[in-house]
């Protein structure tokens, strides 16, 4: 497969994510969220709790742009973004630390041989803390990945911390797409003037616009395009 057919199809899948979930929190997945309202309602009690949940989700290596969706979907753009972006942050260190101190050897055989984890530890021996950044930056390579990847590789904790500072950006994409759900819901079935269509579309070209310059900045200085 060639790389710009590969690049194409990680862009089209992370679009494609994002409009699965829209739907899934319409359809399958809304009456989780009706009962995840206890979490808003309940101010910093409920914030907290949320953020607790996104640590033991990160643990057990569930796909984070659900909940950073989520956090979207009940706190809004702006709290949403900032709740993402803190579970985000909490969640990537348990994995990282107990990487480090504990599982090295275990998580290491299971991802032996895995092209991302060998371009990043090339990457951390030249600059970890652009290395980390960059690929938080991302929205192509997955966020589990990354959180117990790193632990197996020479990146300092002050160098993994601050290039965690990354996940702002997919954090804020994320949470902005969940706070539209539930208007893009409404306006597919009762319509809305041109206006609100011309902004929907171009939320889409500049979605899709800062995913593929991420991903090629990325892919600039770190080669994850490697055959498994």
């Known amino acids: 497969m060639s790389k710009r057919l590969m690049g194409a199809l990680s862009v089209l899948g992370v679009i494609g994510g994002i409009a699965f979930t829209i739907y899934l929190t319409q359809t399958l997945l809304a009456p989780l969220i009706e009962k995840a309202t206890w979490f808003p309602e309940n101010g910093w009690l409920g914030i907290v709790t949320w953020l607790l949940l996104y640590i033991f989700l990160a643990l057990l290596v569930a796909p984070a742009s659900?909940?950073?969706?989520?956090?979207?979907?009940?706190?809004?753009?702006?709290a949403g973004w900032a709740i993402a972006f803190i579970g985000a942050c909490l969640g990537a260190i348990l994995p990282f630390w107990l990487t480090k101190k504990y599982i090295h050897d275990w998580v290491g055989k299971k991802m032996k041989g895995k092209p991302t984890l060998r371009a990043m530890k090339k990457a951390v021996g030249e600059d970890g803390l652009k290395c980390v950044f960059l690929t938080r930056v991302s929205l192509v390579i997955p966020y589990p990945v990354l959180n117990y990847g790193f632990g197996l590789t020479d990146v300092t904790l002050r160098d993994y911390l601050l290039g965690s500072a990354g996940m702002i950006v997919p954090s804020a994409l994320y949470a902005y797409w969940g706070s539209k759900a539930a208007d893009i819901s409404v306006a597919m079935n009762q319509?809305?003037?041109w206006t609100y269509w011309t902004a929907l579309g171009a939320s889409i070209i500049l979605t899709i616009w800062i995913i593929v310059y991420l991903r090629r900045i990325t892919l600039a200085?770190?080669?994850?395009?490697?055959?498994?």
């Open 66 to 78: 659900l909940h950073k969706f989520v956090s979207g979907v009940l706190f809004g753009f702006w």
């Open 191 to 193: 319509g809305k003037d």
């Open 221 to 228: 200085h770190i080669t994850l395009e490697e055959s498994e």
